[in-house]
């Protein structure tokens, strides 16, 4: 291959990417001069990374495979905007070899490893090959070509149960699933390779012993075309569910200075087996006591903010210097280890409802100030549209401290004062998660979440006292702003009467629940709030977001969000919902339909499992969606008959579409 052809310097860039890590390459490489492109699908026309680029070229319908997966379509998109070199960013094509030959054929520089070191190391099991050869110590399993039924069932034998099916290319936990018995074999292969096959085009399977009491450590390593490559130290990333980092953090809390260096020298010899060029990520898992190679990831992870952060470097602009066919501005032993980092994934997501995707616009985006070691890697803004054809991810929140302490308690505190709402967030999880004390303790696992997922998706406290205050206080000051933006109105002062002393009362309920009474006393003289015998002084001071309110003496910040009758409330005590009782009447509600087997959201189904007229225990799986590229199983809500399906597998279903019915069997 000729090198002025892979390296070289360039002047328009054109992300093959959409979201968060769009946003984030583009900041970058306007920062060094470069000229911007962005890429979108239809459903995508507004979104904030279109918003940033100098130029921006439609790819075609919403659905990835016809868009952002579309090889041809963005090499044509590069040709027409006159960009010399594609940045892939992570997910997508950003480990398929083939689209990294295509653009060298093209004549474009492709930020990242060569399409032969993509093949040699992206590819699980051919990487675990070449790691085996190199003497890097791999976690027993399987990782050859053979992908028969029966090859597979042998060697999940030989390696002992329980073990993980994994596909072979890709990431991010899909197509992974832990099986502990040879009867979930079978029907874990099927369902693993729809899902890669789904996700990355390629459903060849390994097998690896699952690691019981797992810890995930991974290293950052970059290469330039020079022969110099470094590891930027390692990062932990435990907290996961269903294989998907939640919450990462750098350096590792567990590995001390000896074995620190041990696993970065390992994830040096394991990059140094094929020259490596470009940014990538070793991933290992320990028991405890060893440290295994799982996979090389070649590409940019989401989580490499929290090696930015103690390192003091930026990625992808060292990214970008390697495309340019420079050298790395540093050597190993200048780059220094500076403090502690931690990472958390917001994403639009209900965890009370199994992690359910959440779509639908953003009516309001509050996050904090990037201020006191607080970085906010973000792809959406207030009024823009989640989709459900694409990862569920909305930011990444990370804070940086000297300590872990300090970096867990900025990065809540972050957590605690952002408002999202319009779509259902992680946020309250993610608080909760990094309040568990066992989370700061570092006494975790890969399986943490899953035991713990009761305690950290229970619901929270019930509104009390100053809740109430504070939903009479949004009503009022929300009235105040109305009557503010009418010239020359009396009421634009809270309590103004033209004569006497006045009541008003105010019910509030939580979702079904009893109401709860509290009364206004407004007018001539200081306002106050009654709540059964007590009564308080009170006053509004209005800001950004909501309020200050002051009762008896005591001022406290409030933030608000009201959306007709419902109301949203952040305060000292948490995050409360609260409905308003249209104290005229005229309530209507709908009973949700708990029992209802409906797609949750657009999807298609991927596969029936049950039959007509088939007696289904209350938890039996039914049917399965493909939805944001994850499959989710519906399953039968109580036990019954199955009556009807209405739908057959490959139909593309809109959200509330009744899919099944079951005939409860009455018991």
């Known amino acids: 291959m000729d090198r002025t052809k892979l390296y070289r310097r360039f002047r328009t860039l054109l992300i093959a990417n959409r979201g968060e890590i769009a946003a984030r390459v583009i900041r970058t490489a306007r920062a060094m001069g470069l000229r911007t492109v962005a890429v979108y699908s239809e459903a995508d026309r507004d979104a904030m990374h279109v918003a940033l680029a100098d130029e921006a070229v439609l790819l075609g319908p919403a659905r990835a495979r016809d868009s952002y997966l579309s090889v041809e379509r963005l090499i044509?998109?590069?040709?027409?905007?006159?960009?010399?070199?594609?940045?892939?960013?992570?997910?997508?094509?950003?480990?398929?070899?083939?689209?990294?030959?295509?653009?060298?054929?093209?004549?474009?520089?492709?930020?990242?490893?060569?399409?032969?070191?993509?093949t040699a190391m992206?590819?699980?099991?051919?990487?675990?090959?070449l790691m085996e050869k190199a003497g890097v110590p791999l976690v027993p399993g399987y990782h050859g070509d053979a992908q028969d039924?029966?090859?597979?069932?042998?060697?999940?034998?030989?390696?002992?149960?329980?073990?993980?099916?994994?596909?072979?290319?890709?990431?991010?936990?899909?197509?992974?699933?832990?099986?502990?018995?040879?009867?979930?074999?079978?029907?874990?292969?099927?369902?693993?390779?729809?899902?890669?096959?789904?996700?990355f085009g390629d459903d060849r399977m390994l097998i690896e012993k699952y690691v019981d009491n797992p810890r995930h450590i991974e290293v950052q390593i970059i290469g330039d075309s020079h022969g110099n490559l470094l590891s930027l130290f390692e990062r932990e990333c435990t907290l996961q569910r269903r294989h998907q980092k939640v919450i990462e953090e750098a350096p590792s809390p567990t590995l001390n200075a000896t074995q620190r260096e041990t696993v970065c020298a390992a994830a040096r010899k394991a990059a140094g087996a094929v020259n490596y060029v470009g940014a990538g990520t070793i991933e290992f898992v320990s028991d405890g006591k060893d440290v295994f190679f799982i996979e090389m990831n070649t590409r940019l992870q989401v989580e490499h903010p929290v090696t930015e952060l103690i390192t003091g470097i930026d990625l992808v602009e060292w990214q970008l210097r390697v495309a340019f066919g420079e050298a790395l501005p540093m050597k190993q032993d200048e780059i220094k280890l500076n403090g502690h980092a931690v990472e958390a994934r917001v994403y639009a997501e209900n965890p009370t409802r199994n992690f359910m995707p959440s779509v639908g616009k953003i009516s309001t985006w509050r996050l904090p100030a990037e201020t006191g070691g607080l970085r906010i890697d973000a792809g959406y803004r207030e009024g823009d549209a989640v989709s459900p054809y694409y990862d569920a991810m909305l930011a990444k929140m990370i804070a940086w401290a000297p300590t872990r302490d300090v970096a867990i308690e900025r990065l809540n505190r972050g957590l605690e004062e952002s408002d999202v709402r319009g779509i259902v967030t992680n946020i309250p999880f993610l608080s909760a998660l990094m309040t568990h004390p066992k989370v700061r303790a570092n006494a975790i696992d890969t399986g943490f979440i899953e035991r713990e997922l009761a305690v950290l998706t229970q619901a929270g406290a019930a509104p009390g006292e100053l809740e109430l205050c504070a939903a009479v206080a949004a009503i009022v000051n929300d009235e105040l702003r109305a009557a503010q933006a009418e010239a020359n109105s009396p009421w634009q002062t809270f309590g103004w009467m033209p004569v006497g002393r006045r009541q008003r009362s105010f019910s509030f309920r939580v979702g079904h629940g009893a109401e709860q009474r509290i009364t206004l006393n407004y007018g001539s003289g200081p306002s106050t709030l009654v709540i059964g015998e007590r009564e308080l002084a009170f006053a509004i001071a209005p800001k950004d977001g909501g309020f200050d309110l002051t009762l008896d003496g005591v001022k406290t910040s409030v933030a608000a969000v009201i959306t007709g009758?419902?109301?949203?409330l952040r305060t000292r005590n948490g995050r409360f919902d609260l409905h308003w009782v249209d104290p005229?009447?005229?309530?209507?509600?709908?009973?949700?339909?708990e029992d209802k087997i409906a797609a949750p959201l657009p999807g298609t189904v991927v596969a029936v499992l049950a039959e007509e007229g088939?007696?289904?225990?209350?938890?039996?799986?039914?049917?399965?969606?493909?939805?944001?590229?994850?499959?989710?199983?519906?399953?039968?809500?109580?036990?019954?008959?199955?009556k009807s399906i209405k739908c057959k597998v490959g139909d593309i279903v809109q959200e509330g579409v009744e899919l099944a019915v079951v005939e409860p069997s009455g018991e």
């Open 584 to 593: 005229f009447g005229g309530e209507s509600e709908e009973q949700s339909g």
């Open 614 to 642: 088939a007696k289904l225990e209350k938890g039996a799986p039914i049917l399965t969606l493909e939805v944001m590229k994850m499959e989710q199983t519906l399953r039968a809500p109580y036990a019954g008959t199955l």
């Open 122 to 129: 992206g590819s699980k099991s051919g990487s675990k090959a």
């Open 149 to 199: 039924d029966a090859t597979l069932a042998k060697a999940a034998e030989k390696a002992g149960f329980p073990i993980l099916v994994k596909a072979s290319a890709g990431g991010g936990g899909r197509g992974m699933r832990i099986v502990r018995s040879a009867a979930e074999l079978g029907p874990a292969i099927v369902s693993a390779k729809r899902e890669a096959k789904a996700a």
């Open 76 to 118: 044509e998109a590069a040709r027409k905007t006159g960009a010399e070199a594609v940045h892939p960013g992570y997910g997508f094509l950003s480990e398929n070899a083939e689209f990294a030959q295509a653009c060298y054929d093209a004549g474009l520089v492709f930020v990242g490893p060569t399409a032969e070191m993509m």
């Open 565 to 568: 009758h419902e109301l949203y």
